[in-house]
């Protein structure tokens, strides 16, 4: 072969290479099962958020797919933990939606400034949320107030996508627990590192104390509170779930007929709990503004006008 011939070839994969999305974008996993005109608006920089126009592609699934975590889906199956398994979730590895707002003993509320945020994780996210939870009760947490779950969205000013977008990242805005009232922007104590002992108040050293249940020993690996920058200034983000740690159950196999998730509780009692079938996970066919649902959660009227 010729120079002349290995130039046009060299040519040619640059010509291809520019055509075809990146390899880091090519690995995204959910993103065959949206149409292809779709495919490369999800790259564009605007919107900032894509999950709107991505959420209706989601799809209930029975069985995990090759790629998915089967056995981390088998130990939430073995933890009685009520999910539905679905595909189509772009960036999501194994995507469940959860059927419950509790996890290891604690109550994750969505926030009342993000209603529509679906309440989608990757599996191994839901693992170690409900192993945080031992940790997050002596700490003296009841309820952890949520704005932001699965969320397809690039790193503030990057190109980079955000770990929301593979699931593996939660934002919380509050908590509440024996403390009382804990919101990020008004109770967290900037410059205060530690675990609540360098606080000076109840409510921001409770705040430090559920930095440290989630990081700790690596249940997660990063937490940026508003010590890291004005984007955090009102929430504080954990992301980047360490793979280490496995919830010590039985795990249950998906069997011939199984569905993916735990019988969802149809008793008066469990129905409160379970989220129901209009929550806003999939509102399939219809506008993302059709989705709002008014939940029996609605948070306490007695809330500060700016949490
Ligand atoms: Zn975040």
Known sequence: MGTRSVHTLVAMVAMLQLMLPSQAQARIYGISFIPPKLRRRIFLKKPWNKTPMLIRYARRISRPLPYMDRRCLERLRGARVPFRLLKGVVGVRTPVKLLTYRLGGVTYRRAWN????????????????????????????????????????????TRRLSRHAYGEALDITAIDGSFGYASVIRHYERGRRGCGSANKTRRGAALRRLVCAFTGDGLFKTAFTPDYNRIHRDHIHIDHPGRRFKLKVKPRPFGRGAASDAPAPRSSAG??????????GICRGRGWKKCLIRKWWEPPRSRPRYY
Not at 118 to 143: F, M, Q
Not at 271 to 280: G, H, L, T
């Open 114 to 157: 993000n209603k529509t945020a679906p309440w989608i994780l990757d599996c191994k996210t839901v693992e170690n949320l409900i192993l945080a939870g031992p940790r997050l009760r002596r700490a003296g947490i009841a309820t952890i107030y949520w704005n932001s779950a699965w969320r397809f969205s690039f790193v503030h000013h």
């Open 271 to 280: 129905s409160r709990r379970s989220a129901d079938e209009s929550d806003s």
